[in-house]
Nanobody, 121 residues
Framework: QVQLMESGGGLAQPGGSLRLSCAAS????????MSWYRQAPGKQRELVGN???????NYVDSVKGRFTISRDSAKNTLYLQMNSLKPEDTAVYYC???????????????WGQGTQVTVSS
């Protein structure tokens, strides 16, 4: 069973930076795309951005120019560099992977457990 494990969350001051990581572990899987989502208290989970097989990235407008998604394919690890953080970035951040596992040919979505990011002075 593929597992996704996020790390790097915590407390940051407005204008500060944090870097989140998401490591995928398991055997015999192929990742087609990975995404970061977030969910603030009382709000629906929203897509922050993603990176597809080609390396192309997409971001929600509210984080463009501040957040950067990257990956290390050799380590099956996804990153989210968050700069110029704002209080409204406070949320639980989730990693999501679209992948095939074992002999399956149809990709499925897998989720991490989430990591808390709090932006406050």
């Amino acid at each position: 069973q593929v597992q996704l494990m996020e790390s790097g969350g915590g407390l940051a001051q407005p204008g500060g930076s944090l870097r989140l990581s998401c490591a995928a572990s398991g055997s015999r899987f192929r990742i087609y795309a990975m995404s970061w989502y977030r969910q603030a208290p009382g709000k629906q989970r929203e897509l922050v951005g993603n990176i597809i097989d080609s390396g192309a990235t997409n971001y929600v407008d509210s984080v463009k120019g501040r957040f950067t998604i990257s990956r290390d394919s050799a380590k099956n690890t996804l990153y989210l560099q968050m700069n110029s953080l704002k209080p409204e970035d406070t949320a639980v951040y989730y990693c999501n992977a679209y992948l095939t596992e074992g002999t399956r040919t149809v990709p499925q979505y897998y989720w991490g457990q989430g990591t808390q990011v709090t932006v406050s002075s």
